[in-house]
């Protein structure tokens, strides 16, 4: 009998623990199984939540990581639905990025000319607050990158009646309130010819706005005739990567294209695509056929598309006017053109010579006076192709 006392006594010795461990065990077990399934959900959670938060808004980073915390348990502490800190920040980068304010869409333009200088000193009374050193700078909001907006104007007035300023005074008689509520960083640049003698010449004008604006730690470039007025304050001035024609529509040709490939009157520009294409040639002297030679450049020679903003919105009045008989028609144009591609390599920014003889801010715009140094030239046959 002892003998099997002590053979059960062995035996129970052998036998594993009792069942009370065994359950004890099998339930850390199966916890520890929980837990780590729970907390490899929840760091999966936390990682798409992050992943998210440095991709997109908040405001959609919380709809998305909501569910990813959908487990609820009382040992787990409850994740807000929205934290406070991505609130903040939120509020923040909003406010802080300048966006249009208070526009009113299509605008009625007319251009009475017994009434500009009247209307001008209105408009200088109501918006010469906004204004420091010629420039426009949005307050309490943050200017987004291609929004330091350079508007060059090629200028030269020769007329009796002063008429090119006359339009300059409407143009800014409509531009300045359009863009004050665009709300960007932008200024005038009115680009004068000095008065020497020598014929016209838009495109170098705006090459050397293009020179003086950038040093000026301008970002955007749009190259402007003085006589074109937008007609809807939804037509935003701003710059994309590709340049963009965007005068198309306009009233004196029905809003229609004269044709495809027209590319006068107001271009937009980054600097590095102005600079990609070398500028406009500075070699048209007199009326006509820089226009065609910038789009060949842009479109033929760097490959860009060629891009217009909307039909509707992005539609012009131009102000009547005659050709001044000191801008007569480039002789050379045609020609020129032609051989824009024999040309465009050394004839543009790489090559622009000029004399800055004043320089100051008005109110609402910065007045520069140039010297083209008609005299230095390129000469028609290297132009060509033949020198
Ligand atoms: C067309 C183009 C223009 C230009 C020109 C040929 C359109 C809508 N316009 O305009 O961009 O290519 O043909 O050169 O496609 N200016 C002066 N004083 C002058 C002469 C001209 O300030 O004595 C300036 C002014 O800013 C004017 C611009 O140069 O708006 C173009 O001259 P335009 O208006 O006489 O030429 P237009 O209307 O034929
Ligand atoms: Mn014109």
Not at 215 to 222: A, L, R, V, Y
Not at 355 to 379: A, G, H, S, W
């Amino acid at each position: 009998m002892k003998e099997n006392e002590d053979k059960e006594a062995m035996i129970q010795a052998l036998l594993p623990k009792t069942s009370g461990r065994k359950t004890e065990d099998d339930e850390f077990l199966s916890c520890s199984y929980k837990n780590l399934i729970f907390g490899t959900l929840l760091l999966l959670g936390g990682l798409l939540y992050l992943q998210v938060a440095n991709t997109s808004s908040c405001q959609y980073t919380l709809s998305i990581v909501a569910p990813a915390y959908g487990y609820q348990s009382d040992t787990v502490p409850q994740i807000p639905a929205e934290p406070s800190w991505i609130k903040e920040e939120t509020e923040e980068t909003e406010e802080k990025i300048c966006t249009p304010k208070d526009l009113v869409g299509a605008l009625a333009i007319n251009f009475d000319m017994s009434k500009v200088e009247e209307r001008y000193k209105e408009m200088a009374v109501e918006n010469q607050e906004y204004f420091e050193n010629g420039e426009h700078l949005p307050k309490d909001c943050e200017v987004a990158p291609k929004k330091n907006i350079a508007i060059i104007i090629p200028f030269r007035d020769m007329t009796a009646d002063l008429f090119r300023t006359k339009q300059f005074h409407y143009f800014l008689y409509y531009i300045v309130p359009i863009l004050h509520r665009q709300n960007n960083h932008f200024a005038v640049y009115l680009v004068n010819q000095a008065n020497d003698g020598s014929p016209f010449n838009r495109a170098k004008l705006l090459n050397i706005g293009f020179d003086v604006a950038k040093d000026d730690g301008f970002d955007c470039f749009f190259f402007h005739d003085v006589d074109l007025v937008p007609e809807n304050d939804k037509n935003i001035y701003e710059c994309l990567d590709t340049p963009r024609h965007y005068s198309g529509y306009i009233d004196k040709f029905n809003y229609k294209l004269p044709y495809n490939t027209i590319f006068g009157g107001i271009t937009a520009f980054t600097a590095e695509a102005f600079e990609k294409i070398n500028g406009y040639s500075n070699e048209y002297w007199g009326w006509g056929g820089e226009d065609d030679d910038l789009e060949r450049r842009t479109i033929g020679g760097a490959k860009y598309k060629l891009v217009r903003p909307s039909p509707q919105i992005t539609r012009y009045k131009m102000i009547k006017h005659d050709h001044e008989t000191s801008n007569k028609p480039n002789p050379n144009r045609v020609k020129l053109l032609k051989a824009w591609n024999k040309h465009n390599q050394f004839d543009g920014l790489n090559s622009l010579n000029y004399e800055l003889i004043e320089r100051n801010n008005e109110v609402f715009y910065k007045n520069i006076t140039v010297d083209l140094k008609y005299e230095e030239r390129i000469p028609l046959q290297e132009l060509l192709g033949n020198g």
